[in-house]
């Protein structure tokens, strides 16, 4: 390693919260030990209750390199996690990865360089969603495609440029630390939410094709389900918290199913012409297919139609759902209290 270089660069923090993530973990960690970064790099691990060997594996990476240790996340919640883990590291980048995602070489040493030039307050790129199972290779080509997730630049790519948000980040710990970390009630859409604040702030959330994580899928139709219907929901409650913070984008899946619904009732009850609006969704459903399902295997394209369905009517269903008590308590909490420097923790 060049000294001089490693003296020049910050020093980074790369900051993990895990529950039941033995299948990716040990995968995930060591991507980020083999970054070619000439800065110094520790990993913090926040570790939830995990049922799986999680714990296990964590244990034995801290053995290994000096470089990664763990903290206690008691609740399991992502924000907690995130926040155990900001507050027990200690330097002045803060990278953010999940226990599921996988960093492409480069990405430490590009964001870090971004950071800089743009005078940004967090930089991130593409979620390169990527599967292992036929399943997830068609949940993957959906989550990349516009038709399965909209003209989102950090799912489908894009040009370099200021974003709303961007996938998990590379911060300036002052940032983080100004703003109170990630808001605790956020148990989903917690990016999306600190990213809205920093952008209230005036700081530049900065999105470039140049980096990439490899995420990998939900593993069945009922997890993807789960999954999407809590982002509609806690979108929902972002909506309600940050007035006037919604677009078009997000009202699009509760559109598409309450149409649906509609035209399959008034199709039973009055006449059927109506059934045109379910026949159409499904329709375009198959045609986007064929299309997006491109390079896939047979088995994986016959797939393909369900991920996409599945995705759009439970992200709808979830916000048309979302609870107003949920919202209120989360709008009854307070703002984050800034997190104290690095100094006054040590």
């Known amino acids: 390693m060049n000294t001089k270089a490693a003296e020049e660069l910050p020093a980074v923090s790369v900051i993990m919260p895990v529950l039941n993530e033995e299948r990716h973990l040990r995968t995930a960690v060591l991507r980020i030990l083999e970054q070619d970064y000439a800065g110094d790099v520790e990993v913090v691990i926040a570790l939830g209750p995990s049922t799986d060997r999680t714990d296990e594996i964590a244990a034995a990476l801290v053995?290994?390199?000096?470089?990664?240790?763990?903290?206690?996340n008691p609740t399991g919640r992502t924000p907690a996690g995130l926040n155990a883990a900001i507050r027990g590291s200690h330097h002045p980048i803060v990278v953010r990865v999940d226990g599921h995602g996988l960093l492409t070489p480069g990405y430490i040493d590009t964001a870090v360089r971004l950071l800089g030039a743009m005078e940004a307050a967090n930089v991130g790129g593409v979620m390169h969603a990527e599967g292992e199972s036929e399943w997830e290779?068609?949940?993957a080509a959906a989550m990349t495609s516009r038709i399965g997730v909209g003209n989102a630049a950090f799912h489908t790519g894009g040009l370099a440029g200021p974003a709303e948000t961007v996938y998990l980040g590379v911060f300036r710990r002052e940032v983080l630390e100004q703003q109170g970390g990630y808001n605790e009630e956020f148990v989903r859409a917690q990016d999306?939410?600190?990213?809205?604040?920093?952008?209230?702030?005036g700081g530049l959330i900065w999105f470039t094709p140049q980096l990439r994580v490899t995420y990998r899928p939900r593993p069945s139709v009922r997890a993807l389900a789960r999954q999407y219907k809590d982002y509609g929901r806690w979108r929902r409650v972002v909506t309600r918290y940050h007035r006037g913070s919604v677009n078009l984008r997000y009202l699009?899946?509760?559109?598409?199913?309450?149409?649906?619904?509609?035209?399959?009732?008034?199709?039973?009850?009055?006449?059927?012409v109506f059934l045109a609006v379910?026949?159409?969704?499904?329709?375009?459903?198959?045609?986007?297919?064929?299309?997006?399902?491109?390079?896939?295997?047979?088995?994986?394209?016959?797939?393909?139609p369900v991920a996409l369905a599945t995705m759009h009517m439970s992200w709808g269903f979830g916000f048309l759902t979302s609870p107003r008590k949920l919202a209120r308590r989360v709008i009854a909490s307070k703002r984050p209290e800034p997190m104290a420097p690095r100094a006054e923790r040590a």
């Open 137 to 139: 290779k068609a949940v």
């Open 63 to 72: 053995a290994e390199d000096p470089r990664v240790r763990t903290v206690p």
């Open 252 to 272: 699009a899946p509760p559109a598409a199913l309450l149409a649906c619904v509609a035209g399959l009732v008034l199709g039973a009850a009055v006449h059927p």
């Open 192 to 201: 999306w939410e600190l990213n809205y604040r920093i952008r209230q702030d």
């Open 278 to 304: 379910p026949g159409g969704y499904v329709l375009g459903i198959l045609g986007g297919s064929v299309v997006e399902g491109r390079g896939l295997s047979a088995r994986a394209r016959l797939q393909l």
